[in-house]
Nanobody
Framework: QVQLVESGGGSVQAGGSLRLSCTAN????????VGWFRQAPGKEREGVAT????????TYYDSAKGRFTIARDNAKNTMYLNMNRLKTEDTGIYYC??????????WGQGTQVTVSS
């Protein structure tokens, strides 16, 4: 069973930066898809960035382009989301994902990011 644990969330002023981390067990290592998703209060979950094994580089959703980057440390079985120039609308619970029954549909418990003005 895939197990994922997010960390690194917190409160930050608009324009600031955060780095989120996701550690996974060995069952996540061969996932075809890994990525980050988020859910703002009162809104549906949306994608932030995904990285498919058959691709050469990550795919960033529009809200993240130019501000967020995804990285992996295979030796530590850890994935990161570097977030820069944060906006208030970035507030939400951030989840990392790997393959469960389908691409990027196994989730961690989430980590809260709060961006204030």
């Amino acid at each position: 069973q895939v197990q994922l644990v997010e960390s690194g969330g917190g409160s930050v002023q608009a324009g600031g930066s955060l780095r989120l981390s996701c550690t996974a067990n060995r069952y996540s290592r061969n996932s075809a898809c890994v990525g980050w998703f988020r859910q703002a209060p009162g809104k549906e979950r949306e994608g932030v960035a995904t990285f498919y094994s058959i691709d050469d580089s990550p795919t960033y959703y529009d809200s993240a382009k130019g501000r967020f980057t995804i990285a992996r440390d295979n030796a530590k079985n850890t994935m990161y989301l570097n977030m820069n120039r944060l906006k208030t609308e970035d507030t939400g619970i951030y989840y990392c994902a790997a393959d469960g029954s389908h691409y990027c549909d196994a989730w961690g418990q989430g980590t809260q990011v709060t961006v204030s003005s």
